[in-house]
């Protein structure tokens, strides 16, 4: 029953999805490559996060189990309906030194400094729907990072989000924009907990990207096909 409810958006999480405003063309050629399925790394500085969720390591932790089963079961939500894929030649997750999280981390201290809040850019979105729709573009793919923060190690906690699009090669990723960022407050927690909930979140809301991408593609294409059938049919009404 847990798990159940894993995909129902709070209030936080949908308020920032408005109408995505791209051509046409643009959208029937993206809603193809999505649907075929595309790169994913999700990052983030904790090794023992990481290996849980890929499933090389466990915890008996309670707190900490909850939000590692939400996060595998957004991943699964990934592969199996969207058919997403590891980087050629990685894993779909990886640990990277703090230096290189200070995105997701800055997130975090963000909400707990002014509350929380969550941001998507449409028009960086509309950016990557655009690109992705060219042909040879098969490297471009999608990072979400997170981390978590506890001001007293236990004391006030929070998480932080970051989502960006680019392209994947032998050197790693090389983003183009960030799609998204996120920061919520979690009340007393450690750091860990809170990195834990940030892992949850980040996947939780990779899937709602995706189905928000190609819902908004699906009408933009659907109502083209539509337009052509008409035109070819002489409905136009001109």
């Not at 405003?21 to 649907?35: D, H, I, K, P, Y």
Request: charged share 20%.
């Amino acid at each position: 029953a847990a798990d159940a409810t894993y995909l129902r958006f709070d209030a936080v999480d949908t308020e920032p999805w408005s109408s995505l405003f791209v051509e046409r063309g643009v959208a029937t050629s993206a809603l193809r490559r999505f649907r075929d399925g595309l790169p994913l790394l999700i990052v983030g500085d904790s090794r023992v996060l990481i290996d849980c969720l890929l499933g090389d390591a466990s915890t008996d932790m309670p707190d900490l189990k909850r939000p590692v089963k939400l996060a595998h079961v957004g991943l699964q939500t990934l592969i199996e309906s969207f058919r997403v894929k590891p980087p050629r030649g990685q894993q779909m997750a990886r640990q990277v030194p703090r230096s290189d999280n200070s995105a997701a981390d800055a997130a975090a201290n963000a909400a707990l400094d002014n509350g929380p809040f969550m941001e998507v850019m449409l028009n960086e979105t509309a950016t990557f729907i655009t690109e992705l729709s060219r042909p040879g573009t098969d490297n471009i793919g999608l990072l979400f990072s997170f981390d978590g923060a506890a001001r007293g190690n236990p004391g006030k906690s929070s998480y932080g989000v970051c989502a960006w699009w680019g392209h994947f090669n032998h050197d790693g990723f090389d983003p183009k924009g960030l799609l998204l960022w996120k920061g919520a407050r979690l009340g007393t927690s450690t750091n860990n907990i809170a990195e834990a909930h940030g892992m949850a979140s980040s996947l939780k809301i990779c899937v709602r990207f995706y189905c928000w991408v190609i819902e908004q593609t699906s009408e933009l294409a659907q109502h083209s096909m539509v337009q052509e059938c008409e035109f070819k049919h002489g409905r136009t009404g001109m």
